[in-house]
Nanobody, 117 residues
Framework: QVQLVESGGGLVQAGGSLRLSCVAS????????ISWYRQPPGQQRELVAHISPGSSIDYADSAKGRFTISRDNAKNTVYLRMNSLKPEDTAVYYC???????????WGQGTQVTVSS
């Protein structure tokens, strides 16, 4: 069973930065394509960024130019560096993994990011 543990959320002022981490266990890390999603209050969950096992990267338009996703295969960790944060970035951020060999999907428990104006 794949387990995903997020950390790094918190309260930050507009214009500030945070780095989220997602540590994966229970499966070879290079078998996992990992994404960050977020769910703002009262809204649906939305994709923020994605990184494949080979480090191909995609971003939602809202993240382009401000957020950077990366993976450290030695630490079984994916990071989301968020700069120039805005109040509208306030959300619970979730780590999501799809295992390549069986297409199983897995979610972390989420970490709260709050951006004050």
């Amino acid at each position: 069973q794949v387990q995903l543990v997020e950390s790094g959320g918190g309260l930050v002022q507009a214009g500030g930065s945070l780095r989220l981490s997602c540590v994966a266990s229970g499966s070879p890390f290079n078998s996992l394509a990992i994404s960050w999603y977020r769910q703002p209050p009262g809204q649906q969950r939305e994709l923020v960024a994605h990184i494949s096992p080979g480090s191909s990267i995609d971003y939602a338009d809202s993240a382009k130019g401000r957020f950077t996703i990366s993976r450290d295969n030695a630490k079984n960790t994916v990071y989301l560096r968020m700069n120039s944060l805005k109040p509208e970035d306030t959300a619970v951020y979730y780590c999501f993994a799809r295992r390549t060999w069986d297409a199983s999907v897995h979610w972390g428990q989420g970490t709260q990011v709050t951006v004050s104006s």
